[in-house]
């Protein structure tokens, strides 16, 4: 073997394996340190697009939840109206009943009466509710997106609930011609036990929308865990393996070091036989 000066391969293949050996472990340590095996895109440049894309799901699922979440308060503040406007139905009913006493003077009919338009005046209070300024009762209802790609024919459609109706809610009871329960606008017990059915049939559909809107967001919270689960296989550092990793650039980066000394102690060689 050629005894030089000027070139010191065995030293310049040295540092190439040093310096190797020192990005590996600084790789190394950045993945511990992050959590994360993709610390940068060279890392895994299709695994880095592919959790991207994943991750921009699961955030749209995440305010899908909050849609949903926001929906089904409206439907219960919906239902809590409809429950006090069955509660006070039923109250008229007995009103009516009581009122066809024959025994009843016209001073307890007069104080029927009074009742009843109290109680007329909360339904009609009733019809005009609210939910963060989106009205609870009216023809028009909505559609609620379930999917990530906020599909409408897959979403949750929340009916429009006519409460003023007089064919399928309650005008017929608040009717402006109605003043008195006696009243032959008001159409006797028949008509207030279809005002019944008819809040009763709301309640229904209300319910109903309820439970699709419960399941729609138990479907999105199983999808988001599995979609999180993949993410982590994509970009999660596997610590075990990588303190592995560590460990063994670690001591490729010490034994490099020490070569690579004794490669720049090499060329002391050809001064002693230059010296003599």
Known sequence: MSVVINTNTAAEIAANNLA???????????????????????????????????????????????????????????????????????????????????TKNSSDLSNYDDEFTQLQSELTALQGGSFNGVSLFGSTGFNVAVTDDLSTTSGVTVMGQTLASTATGIGAITASGVTSLGSTALGGLATITTAIQNVATMRANNGA??????????????????????????????????????????????????????????????LKLITG
Not at 217 to 242: C, G, M
Request: proline residues 1%.
């Open 20 to 102: 190797n050996s020192t990005m590996q472990l600084q790789e190394s340590m950045n993945k511990l340190s992050s959590g994360s095996k993709i610390v940068n895109p060279s890392n895994d440049a299709g695994g880095l697009a592919v959790s991207m894309k994943l991750t921009a799901t699961v955030d749209r699922e995440t305010a899908l939840q909050n849609n949903i979440g926001d929906a089904t308060s409206y439907l219960q503040t919906q239902d809590g109206a409809l429950q006090v406007a069955g509660s006070i139905l039923d109250r008229i009913s007995q009103l009516e009943t009581l009122y066809q006493d024959p």
């Open 209 to 270: 929308e309820q439970s699709r809107l419960n399941f729609a967001s138990t479907l999105l919270t199983t999808n988001a865990t599995n979609l999180q689960s993949a993410i982590s296989r994509i970009s999660d550092v596997d610590v075990a393996q990588e303190t592995t990793n560590l460990a063994k650039w670690n001591v490729l980066v010490q034994a490099g070091t020490s070569m690579l000394t004794q490669a720049n102690q090499s060329a002391q060689v050809a």
